[in-house]
């Protein structure tokens, strides 16, 4: 019963801003939007959270939409270090653990 | 600080016997988890913890114990190892009894049952 659904796959040009899109439709009042990445063989990486307002750090901002269903994450500037693949996860303030799915492989091309 | 640390980062065995994996945190994080990663799939919850001492089961959890008697340390235990038990496995730790939270992740140990 996956909570959040993505295209398995995306490609970004260096330097170009990679938007990432998500959806969680059955998302309930106190779930947050979490996004992680996990470059090739590595432990995965938080990148960023929210819960209804558009939130920004340095790595990247997090669009969410008005009725939670949908969120976007923009890597404004990618390089070819940001090829990973991106998870959206969901998730509860009384749930402890992260649901991984498939998430999307984004590639950089030079 | 070394964030989250996981000894070791390789490892193959024979069916049927057992090994420990080793997780130690230095970030004074009160959570702590095990997770085990399939080729081309995300991360599944084995067991994770609350705190010194406590332990719980989560999505996938049959063929293997825990064990949190310091604060700082996860031991995952394989009791007797199987094929199917062969992946990556990753720990990781987070801060706060609320929510939410950031999960930091170590740098996993890839595990192979002949």
């Known amino acids: 019963d996956a909570k959040t659904t993505q295209p398995p796959s995306m490609d970004c040009a260096e330097g170009r801003a990679a938007n990432l899109p998500c959806n969680h439709s059955?998302?309930?009042?106190?779930?947050?939007v979490y996004w992680y990445r996990q470059i090739h063989s590595q432990g995965p990486q938080y990148i960023i959270h929210?819960?209804?307002n558009n939130e920004t750090n340095e790595m990247a901002s997090l669009i969410i939409t008005e009725d939670r269903k949908s969120s976007t994450l923009i890597l404004p500037h990618a390089t070819l270090r940001d090829t990973a693949v991106y998870y959206c996860?969901?998730?509860?303030?009384?749930?402890?653990?992260?649901?991984f799915g498939a998430g999307t492989t984004v590639t950089v091309r030079a | 600080n070394a964030g989250v640390t996981q000894t070791p980062k390789f490892r193959v065995l024979k069916t049927g016997q057992s090994m420990t994996l080793l997780c130690a945190q230095d970030?004074?994080?009160?959570?702590m988890y095990w997770y085990r990663q399939d080729p081309g799939m995300g991360l599944r919850l084995i067991h994770y913890?609350?705190?010194?001492?406590?332990?719980a089961k989560g999505e996938v959890p049959d063929g293997y114990n825990v064990s949190r008697l310091k604060k700082q340390n996860f031991l995952l235990g394989l009791e007797s190892a199987a094929p199917s038990q062969t992946s990556v496995y990753f720990c990781?730790?987070?801060?706060?009894?609320?929510?939410?939270?950031?999960?930091?992740f170590g740098p996993g140990t890839r595990l192979t049952v002949l």
């Open positions: 996860i969901v998730s509860s303030t009384n749930d402890y653990k992260l649901s």
């Open positions: 970030m004074n994080h009160e959570y």
């Open positions: 913890s609350v705190g010194e001492g406590t332990t």
């Open positions: 990781a730790s987070s801060a706060t009894s609320g929510r939410p939270d950031t999960q930091y």
């Open positions: 929210g819960l209804k």
């Open positions: 059955t998302i309930s009042g106190n779930e947050y």
